[in-house]
């Protein structure tokens, strides 16, 4: 393995394990309050994306393992490392689109949480402005 391929494993190791952490995170930040949903979406799709790189890293390592085992002839690959290999690469790409449907659910619904939180803000106004018109002695009529 050249230095520069060994940098890029090291780069890419430390990106993977930051976002994964972003991902977890943030979902325990949302833990208590808004664990609907959405947020399991999330947090299965953030499971997904966590073990379906370990496991193909695992699948990998067995393969080479058994091919060095063997000698140098073509790889024969077994039912199991197969599979495992066929498995981790189905669950990156599920684990992607529940976190992202998960995502997309959270957001609108933080949207509209949103929109009418302001306009009970703007209704609050309008009735203290009211208010205050009354005790002035106005009859506004």
Known sequence: MSTASSWLSIVSIVLFLGLMSCFWIGLAGMWRTRRGAPWWLMAIGT?????????????????????????????????SVS??????????????????????????RAARVQERAKELEELVSAMSAEM??????????
């Not at 290999?85 to 659910?105: D, H, K, R």
């Not at 205050?132 to 009529?141: E, F, I, P, Q, Y």
């Open 132 to 141: 205050d018109r009354m005790k002035t002695g106005g009859t506004g009529a």
């Open 83 to 108: 599979v495992m290999l066929g498995i981790s690469g189905v669950l990156i790409p599920c684990g992607i689109i529940l976190f992202a449907i998960g995502f997309a659910i959270h957001g609108q």
């Open 47 to 79: 499971a997904l994306n966590t073990v379906g790189p370990i496991a193909y890293s695992l699948s990998m390592f067995m393969l080479f393992d058994s091919m060095g085992s063997r000698g140098a002839s073509a790889p024969s690959f077994s039912t």
